[in-house]
């Protein structure tokens, strides 16, 4: 690849920047594509337009979703006393998959980062508080990740939320399942040991 | 993501299986994209059919060119009498990278592969024979890579084109610049001995 292939250097820019995608991992991608996969090509470019068009945001939950309300929230046999906060469209997914939670979701599309510049004006905090307060929510349970990041939201929302007399509950903080004590960190060992049962 | 939504489910469809993505990942490049950066979305897409329409290969070398006789091809300036066999457009580009060969290349676009049904009718042998008898070149350097496919096919190479009383050489083998030896297979360090200099 050269400067004078402009479509090639091209290409190579826009899949560099990409979550995990560096200058070489475009690079063999590019290649790839072009000289063993045309038609994977042609189905990425198409797939990217297709997902572009048609998948917005949930307007009850705010994650992504081809319906104007998603599966989650339109599915009336849920249990609607329960709400669950999570940082984006992925981890509800994650959260999804245990099957272990019936209730509704609320994605923040975000967490607070000072450092970043993302204050509480510009995660979903205002239509969380909205959506909290619809009458039959009961407990609101805070699944924002455990990073200074997602601490800092928790604690920001749980504050609003209790102000307004709703039940706020945390994700538990422990040994992750399949863990031999010895290679657990120790902030991990000793929020285990506080949080004994 | 869930099965009904099928835009978003196309998308890490189309991402997982490019090279070094798996699952995760394509759901973390559409997520990406999706919710952080519609205009990196539109930018790809763009790129791709660009790259698409514009990337074919060049009439001369067969490495991945925009134009019918690629920038290397077209530069008179060098030097016609070595020719440097490659296995990929990627590979030439490296070994442009290093600035040390002034010849011309040529881009098998690919590598005998028996176990993989890819036999020497399937790589550009013969077009490399015909670009090779032209009647300058003098010397053919052998840069395939030096695993066994590339090492057949290099071999393969070198009795077809010695038989037309072409020089045929090969990169050299030894330690990687920067190697500590007690860290070098001994495969290679028993290489590196033998050839000696």
Sequence with gaps: MAAHDTALTGLVEALRGLPGIGQRSAQRIAYHLL???????RRLALALGDADQRVGHCARCHTLSEAPVCHTCADTGRDARQLCVVESPADQAALERTGSFKGYYFVLLGRLSPLDGIGAGDIGL???LERACDGTVE???????????????AHVAAETLRARGLRVTRLARGVPAGSEIEYVDLGTIAHALADRR
Tied chains: 1, 2.
């Design 126 to 128: 205002k239509p969380l």
């Design 35 to 41: 000289q063993h996969d045309r038609p994977a090509l």
């Design 139 to 153: 407990e609101v349970i805070l699944a924002t990740g455990f990073t200074a990041e997602g601490e800092a939201t």
